[in-house]
Nanobody, 121 residues
């Protein structure tokens, strides 16, 4: 089970950190992904982090502004979002996969409930 939190309202240019906590004792064997869905739009990838945390992959739209990290001892993955823009407004979801590390949402079988991020201009 995945529980995302940390969303909220922030001004453009600001920062926010999302967390996604996983239940269970096998968190370290799951690659984790972050995705987002803006109102009226399809869900899109944000980025992903490998099982060990030594590799990350980002969508072009957030490259250089967002950073994904994980602490396996705490069963938690983080999404640090800097230089936020109004177009980053969306519900953000974390997802887990045993066998896949990448940006294809269809390859992630386990999803959290989402947390809303609103960036005001």
């Amino acid at each position: 089970q995945l529980q995302a939190c940390g969303g909220g309202l922030v001004q453009a240019g600001g920062s926010l950190r999302l967390s996604c906590a996983a239940s269970g004792r096998t968190f370290s064997i799951y690659a984790m992904g972050w995705f987002r869905q803006a109102p009226g739009k399809e869900r899109e990838p944000v980025g992903a982090i490998s099982w060990s945390g030594d590799s990350t992959y980002y969508a072009d739209s957030v490259e250089g502004r967002f950073t994904i990290s994980r602490t396996n001892a705490k069963n938690t993955v983080y999404l640090q979002m800097n230089s936020l823009r109004p177009e980053d407004t969306a519900v953000y979801y974390c997802a887990a996969s045993l066998n896949y590390y990448g940006l294809a949402s269809t390859q992630y079988p386990y999803w959290g409930q989402g947390t809303l991020v609103t960036v005001s201009s």
